[in-house]
């Protein structure tokens, strides 16, 4: 038989209904929660949680203000370091007013 005599029967494919979805429009929610959990977080969550830019948290580390605590070679902050700032941080503003 002949190469061009050569008849291949291709497999039958199913048509399958997919919701079509970004790839990042389901991980980010899941991984939030898990996130939501973490004791530790990284200078980009802290960023996020406290709506500002890096170069500030990196101030607010140096000055000795926020603690960090070292993760083997990682860098990340504890989230009840966070609640500290932010609790001394308010505390601060409500001595303010009473002034």
């Not at 101030?59 to 001394?88: H, N, Y």
């Amino acid at each position: 038989m002949a190469q061009s005599e050569l008849i291949f029967d291709e497999p039958a494919t199913e048509k399958v209904a997919v919701r079509s979805q970004s790839p990042t429009s389901v991980r980010p929610s899941q991984e939030h929660v898990v996130r939501g959990l973490a004791l530790l977080l990284t200078i980009t969550e802290v960023t996020e949680r406290l709506g500002c830019g890096r170069t500030f948290v990196y101030e607010l580390i140096s000055t000795g203000e926020l603690e960090t605590v070292k993760l083997g070679r990682l860098r990340r902050i504890p989230v009840v370091a966070l609640d500290a700032l932010v609790e001394r941080l308010r505390a601060s503003a409500r001595d303010d007013r009473a002034s």
